[in-house]
């Protein structure tokens, strides 16, 4: 997507969850600034109870989240303005759906129905999976971006 569109309801791809808890050059401020966003009512994330299960390693690691990292995983998933889109049925069928139509692998097709069911009006992702997919069900895909000021009030480095 060339243009960056001031979402208002994003959908965070796990890719996203596991950045703002790692130091990921060029990633980790970007995560945490849209989680930041939401903190602060400026937005309202969508996603996936899948999340709380995918998020289980980090990039590039082997081994499991730590115990730490586990509970800072945990904090971030207790957001009030996180949307939770439960795995049922309905959105497993919608997933093979659109895992069939776009050659997704059936966990990307999960962040994509939860992105449809919830709503979403992009969905934030930095894994290559989604590429060449720029837009699905009006929903916008690409990589995650920050459009506001770069600190919000409040927020600041020491």
Same mark, same amino acid.
């Given at each position: 997507m060339s243009l960056q569109i001031e979402f208002k309801r994003p959908y965070l791809d796990s890719s996203v969850y596991i950045a703002a808890i790692s130091l990921e050059a060029g990633r980790c401020d970007i995560a945490? *600034? !849209? &989680? #930041?966003?939401? =903190?602060h009512g400026n !937005?309202?994330?969508?996603?996936?109870t899948w999340v709380a299960a995918e998020v289980i390693k980090m990039k590039g690691e082997t081994e499991p989240l730590s115990l730490e990292r586990e509970v800072e995983i945990d904090s971030i998933? *207790?957001? +009030? *303005? $996180? @949307?939770?889109? #439960? &795995? =049922?049925?309905?959105?497993?069928v919608e997933a093979r759906h659109v895992a069939r139509d776009h050659g997704l692998r059936p966990g =990307?097709?999960?962040? &994509?129905?939860?992105? $449809?069911? %919830?709503?979403?009006?992009v969905l934030l992702r930095w894994d290559g999976r989604f590429k060449g997919l720029p +837009?699905?069900?009006? $929903? =916008? $895909?690409?990589? /995650?971006?920050?459009? %506001? /000021? @770069?600190? &919000? /009030?409040? !927020?600041? @480095?020491p």
């Open positions: 945490r *600034q !849209i &989680l #930041e966003a939401a =903190d !937005i309202q994330i969508v996603a996936s998933f *207790q957001n +009030k *303005q $996180i @949307t939770w889109v #439960e &795995l =049922d049925l309905n959105v497993a =990307d097709a999960v962040h &994509l129905a939860s992105a $449809i069911r %919830g709503n979403a009006d +837009k699905i069900a009006g $929903i =916008d $895909i690409c990589d /995650p971006y920050w459009y %506001g /000021p @770069t600190r &919000l /009030p409040g !927020i600041g @480095t």
